[in-house]
């Protein structure tokens, strides 16, 4: 059974960086690992992922400030925030899947499995 939590989360001010994780079991090594976030209001939208191989693709708006990597060997999944701007305020969820752009793009119905999410504010 796949289990995921996310932490890292916190209220920060605009420009300043926080880095997620997302500790893992029950994953299958050979699946994509990522990131999508849900602002109040709004519908899942993905955000990073990376694939078994550490090939990794970024939505536009998180391109150049948000970095994703993953260390197997410790089973974490990690996404790095920098430059944060209040648009980025959202609970933060790492996913599981097959394919990448199920992640990328957050189609809710072929990810495997995401946990309990880390919320991030990110005040002006």
């Known amino acids: 059974q796949v289990h995921l939590v996310e932490s890292g989360g916190g209220s920060v001010q605009a420009g300043e960086s926080l880095t997620l994780s997302c500790t893992t079991s029950?994953?299958?090594?050979?699946?994509?690992m990522g990131w999508f976030h849900q602002a109040p209001g709004k519908e899942h939208e993905g955000v990073a992922v990376i694939s078994s191989d550490g090939n990794t693709s970024y939505q536009d708006y998180v391109k150049g400030r948000f970095t994703i990597s993953r260390d197997k060997a410790k089973n974490t999944l990690y996404l790095q925030m920098t430059s944060l701007k209040p648009d980025d305020t959202a609970m933060y969820y790492c996913t599981t899947a097959r394919f990448a752009p199920d992640i990328l793009w957050a189609s809710m119905h072929a990810l495997e499995a995401w946990g309990q999410g880390t919320l991030v504010t990110v005040c002006s």
């Open positions: 029950g994953t299958d090594g050979a699946n994509c």
